[in-house]
């Protein structure tokens, strides 16, 4: 489809480990996001990417998160590391325009045991 | 967000009556209001947004309302129907792009 795609819908993983979440946003939109969702919360803003360089990252927690998107399309959200309190749906958007519509991926549901 | 305060956090009414939920801003520098619908499972999605430079703006059942005095915005929703319920959201763009957290809006048949 044309939507924003997001690998895996869901991860399982154990404290400790590396996990890579991966976002297919719209072809053509330059600005892209991670949002972070916990249990009956709104979506938590960690990156906004501008083409190819992370034009706002202030929302990173803390070092262990880190995301890329080196040819300006697919983006990549990478922890290390991982704690339990990371376990969360992880929500990618993409947008035409940094003030516009943001179109929303379904999340990648991580939970670290 | 820090930025923008949300109420109610839920709120339930019979199939056919309205509901409005309110997002409180402190600081000026956004020019675009949005509102998001998610539905259990899925992404968040614009349902209706409007510009500082505009008042009101209808689409169908749904109206934002923008008052830039007070810094609050509201989603109106009339004649709700039960595929109304889900989470709302607004959000608010100031350097980093704010969501508020939250109303679970539930409509019985």
Known sequence: GAGVSQTPSNKVTEKGKYVELRCDPISGHTALYWYRQSLGQGPEFLIYFQGTGAADDSGLPNDRFFAVRPEGSVSTLKIQRTERGDSAVYLCASSLLSTGELFFGEGSRLTVL | ?109
């Open chain 2, 1 to 109: 967000g820090e930025n923008v305060e949300q109420h109610p956090s839920t709120l339930s009414v019979q199939e056919g009556d309205s509901a409005v939920i309110k997002c409180t801003y402190s600081d000026s520098a956004s020019n675009y209001f949005p509102w998001y619908k998610q539905e259990l499972g899925k992404g968040p999605q614009l349902i209706i947004d409007i510009r500082s430079n505009v008042g009101e703006k209808k689409d169908q059942r749904i109206a934002v309302t923008l008052n830039k005095t007070a810094k609050h915005f509201s989603l109106h929703i009339t004649e709700t129907q039960p595929e109304d319920s889900a989470v709302y959201f607004c959000q608010y763009n100031f350097n980093k792009f704010y969501f508020g957290s939250g109303t679970k809006l539930n409509v019985k048949p």
